[in-house]
């Protein structure tokens, strides 16, 4: 969080990680803001997720890869990856991107996914991703008949030799 | 007389209300509920929640808790 006062009408950034474990299925996890006045405030936020295996063959759209991964050695320059999404279901899917780290990534996607067919997700780093290294996520929504979101994690380091790469 | 008092004492209690709610911070959020969906196991994902101040005095000593 970037800021721990807040000035009438001002806002301030909360940026909230969150680890999915090994065990599958649905998990929720809170996060607590206290604030203080003549006595303490909280307010607490809720995070969801569906955890599935890094291989899903309980849903009908198939990702690959399950995570993308900048990581470089010291001195070279991350490249731009690809994500694919390939619609093994029989309805058409409208893809939306709904949250990603726009400070440090750019993303550009189609709209339509059809049964049958393939789509290509680029993801491009920013000149400004950090040195010490960055752990985000991007999230897509796919729309059918019913709405289904998807995160992938985005990853970079930095290492000063192949074998430190992670 | 009776409707003076009661007058009275309603605006007394209005008062006070309206007082007690002059100067005071109250925080809002962007959204309270942030719903990730499908995601690989042993995964860091991150999502960035907006605090705003809508109250009418400084809002102080903001921390954050995890369990």
């Given at each position: ?48 997720a ?54 440090y ?21 920013k ?7 960055l ?32 | ?67």
């Amino acid at each position: 969080m970037k800021k721990t006062e807040l000035a009438i009408g001002d806002s301030t950034e909360l940026l909230v990680s969150y680890h999915s474990g090994i065990a599958p299925g649905r998990v929720n996890k809170y996060a607590t803001i206290s604030y203080e006045d003549t006595t303490t405030h909280t307010q607490r936020i809720t995070l969801h997720a569906q955890v599935v295996p890094k291989v899903d063959t309980t849903f009908k759209v198939e990702l690959s890869p399950s995570t993308l991964d900048f990581s470089v050695i010291k001195g070279e320059k991350p490249k731009e990856k690809k994500l694919y999404l390939k619609n093994e279901d029989k309805e058409k899917y409208n893809v939306s991107l709904v949250d990603y780290p726009k400070e440090y990534f750019k993303i550009s996607l189609g709209k339509n996914l059809k049964p049958g067919k393939s789509m290509k997700v680029k993801v491009k780093p920013k000149k400004n991703l950090p040195e010490e290294g960055l752990k985000r996520s991007l999230t897509l929504e796919l729309e059918g008949e019913e709405k289904t979101k998807i995160t992938v994690p985005l990853v970079y380091n930095t290492a000063a030799t192949t074998s430190q790469k992670k | 007389m009776k409707l003076k008092s009661l007058f009275l004492i309603v605006s007394f209690l209005f008062f006070s209300f309206s007082l007690s709610q002059a100067g005071a911070p109250k925080i809002d959020f962007s959204e309270r509920v942030w719903d990730f969906g499908r995601t690989p196991q042993k995964s860091t994902l991150t999502h960035i929640f907006w605090i705003k101040n809508v109250g009418s005095d400084t809002l102080k000593g903001i921390s954050v808790k995890t369990p």
